[in-house]
């Protein structure tokens, strides 16, 4: 069985899908999944599958979006959290995604009117292209450790570890603008301050590093 980790370092975002139907029993999954996350997080996710319109825009093609029928969307209730909730959840389906042998991307902004019902009080975050991709992905540049961390030599494996699985979470345009800091087992994730979609990178930092570390291990400021 393939271990947290495991899906960390295989994922990899994919924009390109074969044309092939998600299977009735991967969707049931999926499902079940979302409604578990939007009970812990106070979120409404919404899937939608073999429904091509909201990747057939102009915008889509720029994004270089190709055979995109089916996609998550991350929404709830409007609040100051909602986007890092977003963020930690959202990656925590992706993950499962992988698990279930689909390929992701996150996608801010090229793409069409998704088909999600919101209410008045609530807010459409971001949206998740999901299925079979036609390749895997590939692995892109990234920071050191040193670069997103006050980690040093001496420090305990786990926060090692949670800083290793941060650097392998997507983030917007790759800007990986985050922070980790900790005292005795007190971890403190800071955003950066200038960038594009920084609240529901640090969701999905923090997801990471909280799989990676294992959250026995810490606690968050």
Same mark, same amino acid.
């Given at each position: 069985m393939q271990t947290k980790m495991d899906l960390i370092r295989k994922r990899h975002s994919v924009r390109q899908y074969k044309d092939k139907s998600i299977p009735a029993n991967i969707r049931e999954a999926l499902d079940a999944y979302a409604d578990q996350l939007n009970a812990q997080g106070g979120l409404h996710i919404q899937l939608f599958y073999d429904e091509p319109e909201c990747f057939s825009t102009r915008l889509a093609h720029y994004g270089r979006f190709e055979n995109c029928k089916n996609y998550i969307v991350m929404a709830g209730k409007k609040a100051d959290h909602l986007d890092e909730r977003c963020g930690f959840y959202g990656e925590l389906l992706v993950l499962k995604a992988q698990e279930l042998g689909l390929n992701t991307c996150w996608v801010a902004l090229t793409h069409g009117k998704s088909k999600a019902v919101i209410g008045p009080e609530e807010k459409e975050v971001i949206v998740i292209a999901l299925g079979y991709g036609k390749t895997q992905g590939g692995?892109?540049?990234?920071?050191?450790?040193?670069?997103?961390?006050?980690?040093? $030599?001496?420090?305990?494996d786990w926060f090692k570890n949670g800083i290793e699985a941060a650097l392998l979470a $997507?983030?917007?345009?790759?800007?990986q603008k985050f922070r980790f800091e900790r005292e005795g087992d007190t971890v403190r994730a800071k955003a950066g301050l200038i960038g594009t979609c920084l609240k529901i990178d640090l969701g999905i930092v923090k997801c990471h590093f909280e799989l990676g570390a294992g959250k026995e291990n810490f606690k968050w400021d």
């Open positions: 692995s892109r540049k990234s920071k050191t450790a040193e670069n997103v961390s006050n980690v040093r $030599p001496d420090d305990p $997507p983030t917007a345009v790759n800007q």
